[in-house]
């Protein structure tokens, strides 16, 4: 509300009337679908997205995007935000965020209750065909998981404890790049 106050001439042309309050805002947002303030993040993050310029310490060798979704849970006081319930007596959202890796900006941002499992939120992701998408082992899940096979894009996941596997092939490692990588991690 203060940075809009230089332009209290153009209040009438703006749509606030008289005057603002918090209490104007508050009625126009009651009346104001969120789907708004939605659609226009995700078109900021698309601007963003495009015109990012590449790490050049950090190349990578992928021809698909690279992406990495993982969730945090923020904490908040139930007297203010009731709908938020979590437990009894303590309130809270996630923020699920799928994290382009060579950007280094989120392609997709969704907040949900901190009640809603984590694995629910791969149903609301877009699989680009050929793209690589990085998980942690909370998101062990296979019917979801094939769902990222069928759409022609690949995963990688942290395996659970008691993961039962079976190695079925191995390929060739060249020497060189195992060496380049070992030694560029440290």
């Given amino acids: ?8 001439p153009k209040y009438y042309h703006l749509g606030f009337g008289k005057g603002t309050s918090r209490s104007n805002f508050a009625n126009a947002n009651e009346k104001r679908d969120c789907k708004i303030y ?3 993040a995700f078109y900021l993050i698309d601007l963003a997205r495009k015109s990012s310029i590449v790490d050049q310490d950090f ?3 992928f021809d698909g995007n690279i992406y990495a979704f993982d969730f945090t849970t923020i904490d908040l006081c139930l007297s203010v935000f009731w709908w938020a319930k979590f437990r009894t007596t303590k309130g809270g959202i996630k923020l699920h965020t799928l994290y382009d ?4 900006i989120p392609a997709f941002i969704h907040v949900s209750t901190a009640s809603v499992y984590d694995v629910n939120a791969l149903e609301l992701l877009y699989y ?3 793209g690589y998408y990085i998980f942690d082992l909370g998101y062990v899940d296979y019917k979801r998981l094939f769902r990222i096979y069928q759409s022609s894009a690949f995963f990688v996941v942290r ?3 008691n993961l039962q596997f079976r190695r079925m092939y191995s390929n060739k490692v060249n020497k ?3 060496y380049y990588w070992t030694r560029s991690a440290n």
């Fill in 128 to 130: 680009e065909p050929g």
């Fill in 101 to 104: 890796v060579k950007t280094s």
């Fill in 176 to 178: 060189k790049t195992e």
């Fill in 59 to 61: 190349q990578l060798n």
């Fill in 1 to 8: 509300m203060i940075s809009i106050e230089p332009h209290k």
């Fill in 159 to 161: 395996a659970k404890d």
């Fill in 38 to 40: 939605e659609e226009y």
